[in-house]
């Protein structure tokens, strides 16, 4: 196994506590090369069986970017219904995407039927390859990072909506909308920590010992 310095460890732990989902852009263009290697490390991703499911649609159309707004400003305001009160006004505020501001937008899509019909692995768990698409899309977001790109995961829209405005076959799924793009507000902390949305969990509580929920931890018996 290759050895990593102690900076290249540093280097890869800087970008895993740094990286932030980032929903507002400059009006800069991004370079070519830069954004060819945040494409090479998606593809560079795990995949169930090597399928490799993932294609990316590069879109830079003013027209076409906004269309995607639309149909995520759409399911934005279908989505208020799910909360009242103070929380119903709080999350109107939020911003949940930048898709008209970031100069790059790409749809990364899945094709559950890459690979035929027997892909192995998928057979038990047919989510996998939605799954590599994701592991995809994080190294994507890694790369980003240490590019200095800002970069933002968009969910929020109606999968039939981004099919028809980018003429995506019924059969692929369109798994992410991803902004890419220069910031000058980069967020030291997730935004909806910042907002009192939603906080960073304590991780002791969700480790598990040997079976769901046990605390205690016994020693090893692997070496008896
Ligand atoms: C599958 C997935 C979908 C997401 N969809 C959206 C989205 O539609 N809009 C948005 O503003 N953020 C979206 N996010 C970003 C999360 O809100 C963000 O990752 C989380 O608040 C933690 O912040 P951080 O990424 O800066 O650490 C998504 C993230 C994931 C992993």
Redesign the pocket.
Known sequence: MNKFTDAEREAVYKAIYT???V?SFLDKPLPDEAVFRILNAAHHAPSVGFMQPWNFILINHKDVKDKLAWAAEKERKALAIHYEGERETKFLELK??GLKEAPLTICVTCDPTKGGSHVLGRNSIPETDMMST?CAIQNMWLASCAEGIAM?????YKKNDIRDILDIPPHIDPTALISLGYTDTY?EK???ETVNWEQRQEMEPLIFHNTWGNKEKTASSSQE
């Not at 933002?152 to 929020?156: H, K, L, P, Q």
């Open positions: 990286r932030r989902d929903r949940v995407e994701a933002g995961w968009v969910s929020f967020p997730p935004i909806l």
